[in-house]
Structure formats: structure tokens, C-alpha cells
């Protein structure tokens, strides 16, 4: 099983990004995904998650209207759009499979999770 997460960057603050997280096979087509980011000395936090048919989502407050998260099922794929990029973004980004059809916003009910990747905004 594995999850690899790609699309961070440097970029300016206002700018865009799309992030990517491609699953293997055998998990994530029938599972709750979610992306959570861990800036330096800060805990890792909720960012965003989708359930298993992309019928339901849910963000953070910090990124309402800002981050929209989708996904690809016969591509094995979800995907984070970022606009409006804020300093305060700064952060590694992760993505995980849930346990079940749902997403969460407790990180212990990920099974899951990605490498990682470096998301850079400068002001």
C-alpha cells in the first residue's frame, strides 16, 4: 500500500497550487481520503477530507473557501487545488486513506498516509 503525494512548491503569496495524491490498487478507490499539513513544531492538521464517491467534503475553517479537495477514482487519485495562498500555508502536506468510506478529521483514523510534500509561500 502505498500513497504518493506530489505538487508542492515555492510560490508567492496569492498564487495557486495543485497537489496530487496517487494510491496503489488495492486501497483509497473505497475509502475516505484526507490531507493534513504539518508546519514547523506545530502538530499535523486537518486541511481537508472527501468520502469514498466524492459526494461529501470537508475543510478546515483555515482554508474554507480557499482549498478544494476532489477526486479521481478510476485514476486512484485525489487532489487538493489551493488558491490564495497565504504565508500561514507553509507547511508539509500529507495525504492519508481512511479506515473507512468516510473522511475524519482525527488522524488516527487514517490508515494510511504519503510521504509528504513541501508547500512554500512566501509574502
Known amino acids: 500500500v502505498q500513497l504518493q503525494a506530489s505538487g508542492g512548491g515555492l510560490v508567492q503569496a496569492g498564487a495557486s497550487l495543485r497537489l496530487s495524491c496517487t494510491a496503489s490498487?488495492?486501497?483509497?478507490?473505497?475509502?475516505?481520503m484526507g490531507w493534513f499539513r504539518q508546519a514547523p513544531g506545530k502538530e499535523r492538521e486537518f486541511v481537508a477530507g472527501i468520502n469514498w464517491n466524492g459526494g461529501f467534503t470537508g475543510y478546515a475553517d483555515s482554508v474554507k473557501g480557499r482549498f478544494t479537495i476532489s477526486r479521481d477514482r478510476a485514476k486512484n487519485t485525489v487532489y487538493l487545488q489551493m488558491d490564495s495562498l497565504k504565508p500561514e500555508d507553509t507547511a508539509v502536506y500529507y495525504c492519508?486513506?481512511?479506515?473507512?468510506?468516510?473522511?475524519?478529521?482525527?488522524?488516527?483514523?487514517?490508515?494510511?498516509w504519503g510521504q509528504g510534500t513541501q508547500v512554500t509561500v512566501s509574502s
Open positions: 490498487r488495492r486501497t483509497s478507490s473505497n475509502n475516505g
Open positions: 492519508a486513506a481512511a479506515q473507512g468510506a468516510t473522511y475524519s478529521q482525527d488522524r488516527s483514523l487514517y490508515r494510511y
